[in-house]
């Protein structure tokens, strides 16, 4: 149990166009997702937390207009990567908690090249 | 912000060797959780410690919450090749965010 789907696995795409990755709880409701992005060789950066039916909260220094999120059912969030450039290019990983579950789990990741 | 000084940074070990790595913090966490990553995909949860001085394994792995909460330190006994990975440590202080530490890259040589 506790699995977390994310779609695609990888992605490519021009420069200046948008990018939907999507993130499914399978077997749990999550009201709460968490959006991460991870650079080569380095941890895992929080980007923002989604919540179910209400705006997404970012961490400073994320644009929430680069990076929309939207949380509109308990089993999917979304993060849309829009005008990408190559510097958004990276490896993005959402993670839910299920209720009475104190361990995060956590998507198999995007990894998005743009080019 | 809350920062975790993971260590050390990279290992190069012999199969078969134990290996021990650790989180520091200057904050208290309440839980403790120990994560290993492999390339190209998300972190799986190998334990997790909700308690100070808890002392839990799982198979070769063995993780323990410190006394003070502020550190913990993952340890795996008789390394295998297919321990070959990324682990990393995070914590929790009473929001939902979690914290990571900075990673250990282990490398095991046949």
């Known amino acids: 149990g506790a699995v977390v789907s994310q779609h695609p696995s990888w992605v490519i795409c021009k420069s200046g166009t948008s990018v939907k990755i999507e993130c499914r709880s399978l077997?749990?409701?999550?009201?709460?997702m968490f959006w991460y992005r991870q650079f080569p060789k380095q941890s895992l950066m929080l980007m923002a937390t989604?919540?179910?039916?209400?705006?997404?909260?970012?961490e400073q220094g994320v644009e929430k207009d680069k990076f929309l999120i939207n949380h509109a059912s308990l089993t999917l969030s979304t993060l849309t990567v829009t005008s990408a450039h190559p510097e958004d290019s990276s490896f993005y990983i959402c993670?839910?908690?299920?209720?009475?579950?104190?361990?995060?789990?956590f998507g198999s990741g995007t990894r998005l090249t743009v080019v | 912000g809350q920062q975790l000084n993971q260590s050390p940074q990279s290992m190069f070990i012999q199969e078969g060797e134990d290996v021990s790595m650790n989180c520091t913090s200057s904050?208290?966490?309440?839980?403790w959780l120990w994560y290993k990553q492999e390339p190209g995909e998300g972190p799986v949860l190998l334990i997790a410690l909700y308690k100070a001085g808890e002392l839990t394994s799982n198979g070769r792995l063995t993780a323990q919450f410190g006394i003070t909460r502020k550190d913990s330190f993952l340890n795996i006994s008789a390394s295998i090749p297919s321990d070959v990975g990324i682990y990393f440590c995070a914590g929790l202080a009473g929001a939902q965010k979690l914290v990571f530490g900075q990673g250990t890259r282990l490398t095991i040589n046949p």
């Open positions: 904050s208290i966490f309440n839980t």
């Open positions: 077997d749990f409701q999550a009201t709460t």
């Open positions: 989604s919540n179910e039916g209400s705006k997404a909260t970012y």
């Open positions: 993670s839910a908690r299920p209720h009475g579950y104190y361990g995060y789990t």
